[in-house]
C-alpha cells in the first residue's frame, strides 16, 4: 500500500508556470505507474498525464500535450508535474494516483489517491 500527498499548488497568472509534487510513503512505490489527475467545479475528474514505472512511457491529455510534462524520481519515491503556458482553463484540484500494470487514463485504474492541491490560474 502507498500513501500519497501532493504540494506545490497555488496561484499563478496565464502564461506562467508550477511545478507541483507527489510524495509517496509506504512500500513499492517504483512498481506503479503514475497518474495525474484534474477536477475543476462542476466537472467530472479529468486525466491529464501518466507514467509508466520506468519513467520512459508517458502519455497525456490533449489538452496539455506541449504544456505539461511529467516526471518521477523512484529515488525519491517522488512524481511531478511541471505546468507550463498555463491557462485559466487549467484551474482544477490536481491529485496524484497510484496504479498497477500499464499507465492509464481512467480514473477506476487507479488504486491510490492523494488529497489534491489547488491549481489557480488567473486571466
Known amino acids: 500500500q502507498v500513501q500519497l500527498v501532493e504540494s506545490g499548488g497555488g496561484l499563478v497568472q496565464a502564461g506562467g508556470s508550477l511545478r507541483i509534487s507527489c510524495a509517496a510513503s509506504?512500500?513499492?512505490?517504483?512498481?506503479?505507474?503514475m497518474g495525474w489527475f484534474r477536477q475543476a467545479p462542476g466537472k467530472e475528474r479529468e486525466f491529464v498525464a501518466a507514467?509508466?514505472?520506468?519513467?520512459?512511457?508517458?502519455y497525456y491529455a490533449d489538452s496539455v500535450k506541449g504544456r505539461f510534462t511529467i516526471s518521477r524520481d523512484n529515488a525519491k519515491n517522488t512524481v511531478y508535474l511541471q505546468m507550463n503556458s498555463l491557462k485559466a482553463e487549467d484551474t482544477a484540484v490536481y491529485y496524484c494516483?497510484?496504479?498497477?500494470?500499464?499507465?492509464?487514463?481512467?480514473?477506476?485504474?487507479?488504486?491510490?489517491w492523494g488529497q489534491g492541491t489547488q491549481v489557480t490560474v488567473s486571466p
Open positions: 494516483a497510484a496504479g498497477n500494470g500499464w499507465p492509464k487514463q481512467a480514473p477506476q485504474d487507479y488504486d491510490y
Open positions: 507514467m509508466g514505472r520506468s519513467a520512459i512511457s508517458t
Open positions: 509506504g512500500r513499492g512505490f517504483s512498481s506503479y505507474a
